[in-house]
């Protein structure tokens, strides 16, 4: 099975919960009981969870009514405080998990994500099957050879001494090739702390914690520890040296209740037991200003190296990026896909007169339980009551299938009934074709006791014309893994996300492997799995990182950052001539050698032209050090443009994915530099934008300037990145304005049985809270501080109030798990002014909903800051009875 995981881009505001930022002169302690006692006196009523000392002096607190933004206000005056942040729940969304795809859905635009889905276990159980894999060809699956990693384990490399931490689900550390230890001498496992249990109590309760971080039941933190410190024999980790730090944020439930409070909790945890590197495969929105970004920069300007997910929502185009991988200092990290696939699968042989051997790889289940048989089994193809080959109703053709592996097409049931119908009548196995050309997990809701596996399009179509024309058997060989080499290899993954960060820096520090990665997941889960995310990509980074600080040591991390992120391979695009653009890879893709044996490092590390309005040229300043403390540094030096993108056509009209071309900015460096040994010199960079861009049409561009140092010893390449956009910054529009398909969605609902219908002007629609109301889903296309939701009277044009939900601070784009994630209803109920606590209602009238997005750079305090859009005016009244169309 492969499946995607990297982080959780979805997310919400919790409803109770906040972080109180105390003003940094001031003690913990002071601080709290000067806040304890202002809040009585405000008569806001509320309880400490949480109090944080080592990275941020701050507080998580719940208050004891849902919060508003009157509270946020009058807390943010308070003398000890210095910031008031919105706790978020990271749900379980499209990068997350719980996206098993059920029989009348569709498949999830980054492919599956696999998290969260196995029953809750009880982790002092720690059942073992006997599943293993005997081995795997390693001249075709050997992933550091990308990177160059091989090497340095030549050298005898292996992160020894270093401590790295892992913020994730928790881990089987009983795995052998995790150690089968916990704490022992000699143990890679010497840290780390549960914060969340198995189930993770709803909103505001206590939850049980304890030191051990043992998981059965979520396979992504397993998988995340195997890439780091993997023992071998067949996952050999980056680091297999290094001593970990196990910090699970992560339950069984996959609940949504997982907080900024519990990232918080383990960050500092991980601090305080003095983690060299933190490793963080999980993340939401992108703003540098949210808490758990501001406290991986405050941990990266104490001294620890910190690698973060970039994300998967790739395919939701610009702005995708999240935090805490956007927190200043930190290390952000793409994928890009690997050099091979190790997965499940499935030989198939045909019986005269064709006789075909053939290979179904991968399949995909949605357990543990795979088809498994040395010996050949038949497959058959189920007929029911109807004649079809759906498996919905009971088999007229059973007997022949008592013993087989039952094959059906997909389509007019769930996979449940296909499953249940196929146990029933003696099955072994389960195979469902599809037409389906990429990956996902069926959902089965029922016990099921067999297989239950999925074919894409291509080996379906394969394996019912050979069933359907003469007998097949199946098998597995003696572990159901095979090898086969990945044509995308090297390429940016698909659901890998782009930058920049809403204050336009780059957004991503470097690419590395996290497409199609083997690695360990729990015993109970099969021990071992591949997956596909910048869940992956992350921990193979901090491995890279644990393997450069074993090597330099830990003296000048900052130094170490750089030439980790500068000594690069850049990407190229799909178009000749033109490398990827930096808002998608960085700084390029990892080359550990490189790093190693860099004797050049550049300052800064990247170029950012973030300015509201781009002139024709920028000149920026480029310090060029010579790490060689006995011989002069000469390089030549040349531009490398990228390709642009926009996420906007010709016509203004907003497109995704994001349309390219080739047209590059201009640049103006030295063609050579001469720098005397362990001393720095400067140069001057001009960059002209592209001349040939409209700059009504959103372009963002970028390129990289190459330092190349050529000598006997060996050639030395540092990559240095530069964004830009051509336009007005300031005015990138917040909705996709006219595209049909994403414009806000203004709908009359009738009753709870009714379709929902558009509402028309000059039309008077009765409202009766849930039973019949209107509602207003929106859709944005770029971030946000502050979007606002307010009901006006369209007689008067006064605004009377916020509506439902009509409040939210530091929004990002579209990259929640909902196309439309701002929502509201006309229920007549209305929040006064900036307070959403007091409710007010409204009579039968004539109103609009408008609808306010504070642009980048924008003042909140000024009213020409705010892109707004309304709805055409609307009548409603609040008695009589609801008539549906």
């Not at 005056?77 to 910031?83: D, E, G, M, T």
């Not at 189930?199 to 505001?204: A, L, N, T, V």
């Not at 071998?232 to 196990?246: H, R, Y």
């Not at 000469?634 to 056509?649: E, G, K, M």
Request: a neutral charge; proline letters at 6%; aromatic letters at 8%.
């Amino acid at each position: 099975m492969v499946t995607s995981a990297a982080g959780l881009n979805g997310a919400k505001v919790h409803p109770r919960g906040l972080i109180i930022e105390f003003k940094d002169n001031l003690d913990v302690n002071t601080a709290l009981d000067q806040f304890r006692k202002e809040a009585a006196q405000n008569n806001i009523d509320l309880d400490v969870t949480s109090v944080y000392t080592s990275i941020i002096k701050a507080v998580s607190v719940y208050t004891k009514d849902p919060h508003d933004q009157a509270v946020i206000d009058k807390l943010n005056k308070f003398s000890s405080v210095a910031k008031v942040y919105n706790t978020k729940q990271y749900g379980s969304g499209r990068s997350s998990g719980g996206s098993s795809i059920t029989e009348s859905s569709t498949p999830p635009l980054n492919g599956p994500v696999k998290r969260d889905q196995q029953k809750p276990q009880d982790s002092s159980t720690k059942t073992k099957t006997n599943f293993t894999i005997t081995s795997i060809d390693g001249s075709v699956y050997d992933i550091h050879k990308l990177t160059g990693v091989d090497k340095l384990h030549a050298r005898g490399l292996t992160g020894k001494g270093i401590k790295i931490g892992i913020i994730d689900s928790g881990v089987d550390y009983h795995h052998p090739e995790l150690g089968n230890c916990w704490k022992t001498p000699g143990c890679p496992f010497q840290y780390g702390f549960d914060f969340v249990g198995d189930k993770y109590p709803s909103e505001g309760d206590v939850h049980t914690t304890d030191e051990d971080p043992y998981t059965g039941c979520n396979g992504h933190g397993s998988h995340v520890a195997g890439i780091i410190a993997g023992q071998g024999p067949l996952v050999k980790g980056v680091a297999p040296g290094a001593t970990l730090g196990m910090y699970r944020v992560f339950n069984c439930v996959g609940n949504g209740n997982e907080s900024d409070e519990v990232i918080l909790k383990a960050m500092e945890k991980a601090y305080q037991d003095g983690m060299d590197i933190i490793s963080i495969s999980l993340g939401v929105d992108g703003w540098s200003e949210n808490p758990t970004a501001v406290a991986a920069s405050r941990l990266a300007d104490k001294g620890v190296i910190v690698v973060a997910a970039a994300g998967n929502a790739g395919e939701s185009g610009i702005f995708t990026a999240i935090r805490p991988g956007l927190g200043k200092g930190v290390i952000s990290v793409a994928a890009s896909e690997g050099n091979a696939v190790v997965n499940r699968k499935i030989d198939v042989v045909q019986a005269p007169p064709g006789g075909s051997k053939w290979t179904i790889m991968p399949y995909y289940s949605n357990n543990t339980n795979y088809v498994s048989s040395k010996t050949p089994i038949g497959v058959v193809l189920a007929a029911d009551s109807e004649g079809s080959s759906y498996g919905c109703l009971p088999y007229t053709n059973g007997s022949e299938l008592k013993g087989k592996v039952v094959l059906v097409e997909r389509g007019s049931c769930s996979f449940t009934d296909k499953a249940l119908n196929a146990q029933k009548a003696g099955g072994v196995a389960l195979l469902v074709a599809t037409k389906e050309t990429s990956s996902f997990e069926p959902s089965i809701d029922a016990p099921i006791d067999i297989p239950v596996g999925l074919l894409l399009k291509a080996d379906s179509d394969k394996l019912l014309s050979q069933v359907k024309s003469s007998a097949v058997t199946v098998s597995t060989g003696d572990d159901g893994f095979g090898v086969i080499a990945n044509d995308q290899v090297g390429k940016i993954s698909t659901f890998s996300s782009w930058g920049p960060n809403p204050e336009l820096d780059v957004g991503i520090s470097l690419t590395g492997p996290g497409g199609n990665i083997f690695s360990t997941v729990p015993i109970p889960q099969g021990s071992y799995e591949t997956m596909s995310g910048t869940s992956m990509a992350t921990p193979y980074i901090s491995g890279v990182f644990a393997l450069m600080l074993e090597a330099k040591g830990k003296k000048n991390v900052e130094q170490l950052k750089s030439l980790v992120t500068q000594n690069t391979k850049l990407i190229p695009s799909d178009v000749t001539g033109r490398s990827n653009s930096a808002i998608r890879q960085g700084h390029g893709f990892v080359d550990v050698v490189a790093a190693l044996n860099a004797t050049i490092v550049a300052n800064p590390t990247a170029l950012q032209l973030n300015f509201t309005a781009s002139p024709a040229d920028f000149t920026k300043t480029l310090n060029i050090t010579n790490l060689d403390s006995k011989k002069p540094l000469v390089a030549t030096l040349r531009h490398i443009p990228a390709l642009s993108f926009s996420s906007y056509d010709s016509d203004g009209k907003f497109t995704n994915p994001p349309r390219n071309t080739t047209e590059a900015a201009t640049v103006q460096i030295p063609t050579s530099i001469t720098v005397g040994p362990g001393e720095t010199a400067t140069i001057r960079v001009t960059i002209s934008s592209p001349e040939k861009l409209p700059r009504n049409e959103r372009w963002f561009y970028s390129g990289f300037i190459q330092i190349k140092q050529q000598s006997v010893d060996g050639s030395n390449t540092v990559n240095i990145p530069y964004t830009g956009f051509k336009g007005q910054y300031t005015d990138l529009p917040l909705l996709p304005y006219d595209d049909a398909e994403q414009m806000p969605r203004f709908n009359y609902h009738c009753s709870k049985t009714s379709d929902p219908v558009s509402v028309f002007s000059n039309t008077t629609y009765v409202i009766n809270n849930d039973e019949s109301y209107i509602s207003l889903n929106v859709t944005t296309v770029r971030p946000s501080r502050i979007v606002k939701m307010e009901l006006v009277d369209a007689k008067t044009n006064k605004t009377l109030g916020y509506m439902p939900n009509g409040y939210t601070t530091y929004k990002g784009p579209n990259n929640d798990e909902s196309q439309y994630p701002l929502a509201t209803k006309v229920t007549g109920i209305l929040y006064n002014g900036s307070d959403l606590k007091d409710k007010t209602v409204y009579s039968d009238g004539t109103y609009k909903i408008k609808l306010s997005g504070l642009k980048l750079f924008g003042n909140p305090e000024s009213v020409k800051d705010y892109e707004t859009w309304e709805t055409i005016p609307f009548n409603i009244k609040f008695s009589g009875q609801a008539t549906c169309p």
